[in-house]
T-cell receptor, first 115, second 116 residues
Framework: NAGVMQNPRHLVRRRGQEARLRCSPM?????VYWYRQLPEEGLKFMVY????????ESGMPKERFSAEFPKEGPSILRIQQVVRGDSAAYFC?????????????FGPGTRLTVT | AQTVTQSQPEMSVQEAETVTLSCTYD???????LFWYKQPPSRQMILVIR??????QNATENRFSVNFQKAAKSFSLKISDSQLGDAAMYFC?????????????FGQGTRLTINP
């Protein structure tokens, strides 16, 4: 039973480029959460998605960031025109149902470096 | 808004000794979950222990136990018989139980060093 998969594990982008981070939830899980961890800080919630729906995007920056979770395929966190401040570790977690959000299983994270 | 505070940026303990990590939180909710996560150098987030606020009994997982004081909004983690593999960042987290946001709210973390 594979866990939550994230790829790539490491991503280097130049300022102004686009970054695409992928998350495949655990088998049977249809809820995905994205968190960002800046250096030496705790994780901060970004967005919560269900298949084909954004449920809560209260933690997403208003510009340049978007997320989707299509009916087929992984969830994607997209950052357009990256800046140095976007350098962080991005974690995805999944849960089986909304009422089991306390059972969030985390992926290994994607470390984004903007040069 | 709910907040989680870990007042100890760093802690160290001798191998085989016991250490307690502190966590306080602020909420107006009566039902919620509290968690301790471990983040080793690999950065993988590993769930250590979970407590449901309506349960008075403190959760225990092998060498890990919590002291949950609901009235004081305190949720400390005790690690007994510390091992070298326990060295990591430890994060306390909170989640509302009913409706609304399903997100986890994390503290700033405590870096735990184990001295051999």
């Amino acid at each position: 039973n594979a866990g939550v998969m994230q790829n790539p594990r490491h991503l280097v982008r130049r300022r102004g480029q686009e970054a695409r981070l992928r998350c495949s939830p655990m088998k049977g899980h249809s809820h995905v959460y994205w968190y960002r961890q800046l250096p030496e800080e705790g994780l901060k919630f970004m967005v919560y998605l269900q298949k084909e729906n954004i449920i809560d995007e209260s933690g997403m920056p208003k510009e340049r960031f978007s997320a989707e979770f299509p009916k087929e395929g992984p969830s994607i966190l997209r950052i357009q025109q990256v800046v140095r401040g976007d350098s962080a570790a991005y974690f995805c977690a999944s849960s089986p149902r909304r009422d089991r959000a306390h059972e969030q299983y985390f992926g290994p994270g994607t470390r984004l470096t903007v040069t | 808004a709910q907040t989680v505070t870990q007042s100890q940026p760093e802690m160290s303990v001798q191998e085989a000794e016991t250490v307690t990590l502190s966590c306080t939180y602020d909420t107006s909710e009566s039902d919620y979950y509290l968690f301790w996560y471990k983040q080793p150098p690999s950065r993988q987030m590993i769930l250590v222990i979970r407590q449901e606020a309506y349960k008075q009994q403190n959760a225990t997982e092998n060498r890990f136990s919590v002291n949950f004081q609901k009235a004081a909004k305190s949720f400390s983690l005790k690690i007994s018989d510390s091992q070298l593999g326990d060295a990591a960042m430890y994060f306390c987290a909170y989640r509302r139980s009913l409706g609304g946001a399903q997100k986890l709210v994390f503290g700033q973390g405590t870096r735990l060093t184990i001295n051999p």
